[in-house]
């Protein structure tokens, strides 16, 4: 609608709104929370993994401090994901 009846718009950035399998994200070991892959860094609001296949994908996702971390993506088993990070001290 926007293109096709020329609407105004703002166009947000990607962090606001995270469409996985369009570009990689990170983890933040240190504010347990997902971000842009590239610095500063900024804490990404919103994750869309996409189709129920990326759903149901469990994503090896870089950490900024170097490492990785394996978790989906869906905002249940993430929330399990930090809550299993927690009770281990992480």
């Known amino acids: 609608m926007l293109f096709a009846d020329k609407q105004p718009a703002t166009f947000l ?3 606001t709104h995270w469409v996985c399998g369009k570009g990689e994200l990170m983890f933040d070991p240190e504010t347990s929370t997902l971000v842009e892959p590239h610095g500063p860094h900024a804490t990404i609001g919103i994750v869309h993994p996409g189709g129920q ?7 090896e996702i870089a950490t900024v401090d170097g490492g990785t971390v394996h978790t989906r993506l869906t905002y249940r088993e993430f929330q399990e994901f930090l809550a299993t ?6």
Do not use: S, T
């Open 53 to 59: 296949a990326m759903k149901e994908r469990v994503w």
């Open 13 to 15: 950035p990607a962090y």
């Open 85 to 90: 990070r927690k009770a281990e001290g992480k």
